[in-house]
């Protein structure tokens, strides 16, 4: 692996996209995994004499070249490294927490959030000694709420709960639930145009919405006036959304009949005249991204991350969250 010295001593190759990276944070580092490449991972350190104490955890025998100057150094990639393992466990959990694509329309189930949080609070235990947080395993463990569906784990759970002091809140119940506005038919009037463009999972909370649908959109001619229409398909979480459209802010604050996330706003008629490249939404949820246009290879990005998720139910590296996703 090749090391980089500057102001930031780098370690390997950092992933360059987003949805493909897979952090811990350590003391005087960062590790970074991309989730689509096997192997050792990056890491980005910015205090070597606290990265000391655990960088041959992770790097083995090649901890002391790194710090001792080498520009190449041989990291071992299998081998009885368990800290480095259970570091790669917690960063996946951490990814699948920010990143897992649950799309009912591209065949990716969804990851039981439970589930995830009890077996993230596990990882972090395991590598409390080098994670930057002291508190980190306290954090983690008070995240876990609701009943764990695996006794073992719910156990573990248990056993970290009463040995960092944590008092677990109870599993949520069904009046717990803030819903979203109550249905509604399809909207009357006349189409004018229509179309519709996929949503940028940078731009909304993991869940928020379905993964693999694209959002739909609409210009509509009903009662005098000019309107524009969105909807997109949900996803298993809830959070308030929202669309931009040629410098139009839509709120996504109701449901249709089918379930979808919709929403409506007057347009000048003039919108009609604009070139195609600028008709397009992006759906961004307010308050966690400001609303940017995609990539252009925002497709292949997304195609790609989709079949990573499919493939980890039967990989023998998947975590149980991803073996148990449904």
């Known amino acids: 692996m090749r090391v980089t010295r500057g102001r930031t001593l780098v370690v390997g190759d950092w992933p360059e996209l987003p949805e493909r990276t897979a952090l811990v944070e350590a003391a005087g580092a960062v590790?970074?995994?991309?989730?689509?490449?096997?192997?050792?991972?990056?890491a980005r350190v910015d205090d070597p004499?606290?990265?000391?104490?655990?960088?041959?955890?992770?790097?083995?025998?090649?901890?002391?070249d790194v710090l001792g100057g080498a520009d190449e150094v041989d990291v071992p990639v299998g081998g009885d490294l368990p800290v480095r393992d259970a570091c790669r466990v917690l960063a996946q959990l951490t990814w699948a927490r920010a990143w897992w694509p649950a799309s009912a329309t591209a065949g990716v189930p969804a990851l039981d959030p439970v589930l995830l949080a009890a077996e993230r609070a596990v990882a972090t235990s395991a590598a409390e000694h080098?994670?930057?947080?002291?508190?980190?395993?306290?954090?983690?463990?008070?995240?876990?709420v609701g009943d764990v569906p695996d006794p073992g784990l719910a156990l573990r759970v248990a056993e970290l709960a009463e040995d960092s002091g944590v008092v677990r809140d109870p599993a949520p119940t069904r009046s717990s639930y803030a819903l979203a506005a109550g249905g509604t038919g399809p909207r009357a009037g006349v189409t004018v145009l229509s179309g519709q463009s996929p949503v940028d999972?940078?731009?909304?909370?993991q869940g928020a919405v379905d993964a693999a649908a694209p959002a739909e959109w609409a210009v509509v001619r009903r009662q005098g006036g000019t309107?524009?229409?969105?909807?997109?398909?949900?996803g298993p979480g809830r959070t308030r959304l929202a669309a931009r459209?040629?410098?139009?802010?839509?709120?996504?604050?109701?449901?249709d009949d089918l379930g979808r996330v919709t929403g409506s706003a007057p347009v000048p008629a003039s919108l009609l005249l604009l070139p195609p490249d600028r008709r397009v939404p992006v759906v961004?949820?307010?308050g966690f991204a400001e609303p940017v246009p995609p990539a252009p290879d925002a497709e292949e990005r997304r195609a790609a991350i989709l079949a990573y998720a499919r493939s980890r139910a039967g990989s023998p590296t998947a975590t149980l969250t991803e073996r148990a996703a449904r």
Do not use: I, N
Not at 49 to 64: H, K, P
Not at 130 to 144: G, I, K, Q, S, Y
């Open 49 to 64: 004499e606290r990265a000391a104490d655990w960088l041959w955890e992770v790097y083995g025998d090649a901890a002391a």
């Open 130 to 144: 080098l994670l930057d947080d002291p508190d980190a395993t306290a954090r983690a463990v008070a995240e876990v």
């Open 31 to 42: 590790l970074a995994w991309d989730v689509l490449v096997d192997g050792p991972p990056a």
């Open 284 to 286: 961004y949820a307010p």
């Open 227 to 234: 309107f524009l229409d969105v909807t997109v398909v949900g």
């Open 201 to 205: 999972w940078a731009l909304v909370p």
């Open 245 to 255: 459209f040629a410098g139009v802010d839509v709120p996504l604050d109701s449901t």
